[in-house]
DNA sequence: CGGACAGTTCGGCGGACGCCGTACGAAGGC
DNA sequence: GCCTTCGTACGGCGTCCGCCGAACTGTCCG
């Protein structure tokens, strides 16, 4: 018996002190399933080398699997895993104040469309989660000055506005903040968080580009979010597809919109 | 250059994913500080050991260290590190439902006290904790139902009922919510917790039990506590002291409340 | 039924790391 | 001044663990 083993907060610890296990980790964050190989060439590491780990992320809690046929699919336990490694993954890349310059062009591309928009596990990040978290503040529909919840115009405005209902499903908060690891701010997470960002998937307000976690703002999207929250096409950048996915990478699809948030 | 070296989050978790490093970082979530040898008897293993341990979590960012003379004393680097920490164990005891039975009596009753009242960081936690996260909600000071925020009466009864100053501090929110490990519900952390706590602290309100973390609510302090929050004397048991602490266990002074808290 | 592919199990190798004891420097009490 | 005490630097030892390749199981497809 290892002295880890007694003390749970190391042997949690454990699982994400390897830095393969922690690419697994990460790469998941994006919310969806991945297939064991994919993660295995994503990492860089032999089928087997991955078998181990993801069977130990599995065992620990910290992964789920579910298999169809020869594939074994993965994805994060649930969203207190994917707030626990936000937060972890915040406070670490803090520490290492310069991260590192991406290399080539195309990661370059992808790196400025991750910032726009993306998602965070299940719920809306990169400049578009934040200017969405300061409208419905500046609205009075969130707080953040003194905690984080929603008003009650806030749980209006989503009944009516939104036309969604917020379930309160088991420990979840209704709404809490997620520090944005680009911004450096607070977006919305939680229930609230990851129905609005289901709710733009769904009804075309924003789209995946590529195979990635990035997001791009649809002309639709950019009236809707225009009319509930009055966010203003801002600062826009270029959009570009992502560098790594659950998918192969297929050839790169790179589209130029002009300023879509 | 190994291999968790380029991986911030694998770096971070390696340094809680040691045992004995895990164990300091424990220790000192009463927010206190403790000198270098205590940490290393504390966690059973040779002042060498320890030295390195704590450099490399000092270094790391978790610790941050004061000389004074020939002693080394260490506390957390700050609330950030600590909510890092109590998420972390939280999670962590969560996947082990069943922690071991205290194994001696001593232990169990130090135990009972903890359950009690004792500090998390710098805010209250334990039955206590919960109890007045629950007095304030009940009052329509703290939403807890949309996220975890202070209400503008809330605001108002910290100013005018306890006549305190809530100073928004850097990035540290006003109002957050922490679970405990014992009830498994939220406290009441961030800057209001905290000068919560130290304003307990300092009217007498609550007092260490020995050396630990272990609080005992005082005869005023119910007092108080009845007259702002209208929080009753509740499901008493006895208080005793606790196991260990930062200085060397004297000889044990067991008392007998009746009923406090 | 056989071939291709996804994933797992196993043995073995090599590096990383946590532990200690010892020796040393520095601070404080007598 | 000497001696005790707290903390640090170093060398060595043992273990743990992450990696791979090879062999095997199971699934899908033709």
Redesign the pocket.
């Known amino acids: 018996m290892?002295?880890?083993a007694q003390i749970p907060l190391a042997a949690l610890a454990?699982l994400l002190?390897?830095?393969?296990?922690a690419r697994f980790c990460l790469a998941l964050l994006d919310g969806r399933a991945w297939?064991?190989?994919?993660l295995?060439r994503h990492?860089?590491?032999?089928?087997?080398?991955?078998?181990?780990?993801?069977?130990?992320l599995v065992q620990g809690g910290l992964l789920a699997e579910e298999r169809?046929?020869?594939?074994?699919?993965l994805r994060l336990a649930g969203p207190r895993v994917a707030q626990l490694l936000e937060d972890l993954a915040a406070h670490a890349d803090l520490a290492v104040s310069a991260p590192p310059p991406p290399a080539t062009l195309r990661a370059a591309a992808s790196a400025r469309a991750m910032t726009e928009a993306r998602t965070c596990y299940d719920h809306l990040a990169g400049r578009l989660g934040v200017a969405v978290a300061d409208a419905l503040t500046a609205r009075g529909l969130l707080l953040q000055d003194t905690g984080f919840a929603l008003s009650d115009a806030g749980l209006e405005w989503f009944a009516t506005r939104l036309e969604v209902r917020l379930t309160p499903s088991g420990r979840r908060p209704l709404a809490r903040g997620c520090l944005d690891w680009t911004e450096r701010r607070h977006h919305l997470a939680g229930v609230a968080g990851a129905v609005l960002c289901a709710t733009a998937l769904e009804r075309g307000w924003v789209r995946r580009i590529g195979s990635g976690r990035a997001l791009r703002v649809t002309g639709p999207g950019a009236q809707a979010l225009q009319e509930l929250l009055g966010i203003e096409n801002s600062t826009g950048s270029g959009t570009a597809d992502s560098a790594e996915g659950p998918t192969e990478d297929g050839p790169a699809v790179r589209s130029r919109g002009d300023g879509i948030f």
């Open positions: 290892t002295a880890t454990s002190a390897d830095g393969t296990r297939t064991a190989g994919e295995a990492a860089g590491v032999a089928a087997s080398t991955a078998s181990e780990h993801l069977s130990l169809q046929g020869r594939h074994r699919y």
